[in-house]
């Protein structure tokens, strides 16, 4: 599993199944709201190896292997 640091830009390599929001109370969404090879920013790291990354569009909890390091 690959390791990122807060405040580090990544970018979405793969489209997930969905996307879980990195709110309090996590909600599914479509995948569709973020578009392959859009860049984020690592906010934080979750229980089970996900990060929250911050998109322009909101905040969502990716596994790494969705995404890669800018």
Same mark, same amino acid.
């Given at each position: 599993?690959?390791?990122?640091?807060?405040?580090?830009?990544?970018?979405? *390599?793969?489209?997930?199944?969905?996307?879980? *929001?990195?709110?309090?109370?996590?909600?599914?969404?479509?995948?569709?709201?973020?578009?392959?090879?859009?860049?984020? *920013?690592?906010? /934080?790291?979750?229980?089970?190896?996900?990060?929250?990354?911050?998109?322009?569009? /909101?905040?969502?909890?990716?596994?790494?292997?969705?995404?890669?390091?800018?």
């Amino acid at each position: 599993m690959q390791e990122f640091e807060i405040g580090q830009k990544v970018r979405l *390599t793969t489209r997930p199944p969905y996307l879980k *929001t990195a709110d309090s109370m996590p909600m599914l969404r479509p995948p569709t709201l973020v578009s392959v090879g859009e860049e984020g *920013t690592i906010v /934080g790291r979750n229980p089970g190896g996900t990060w929250s990354v911050r998109f322009k569009n /909101g905040a969502y909890l990716l596994d790494a292997q969705y995404l890669d390091l800018l």
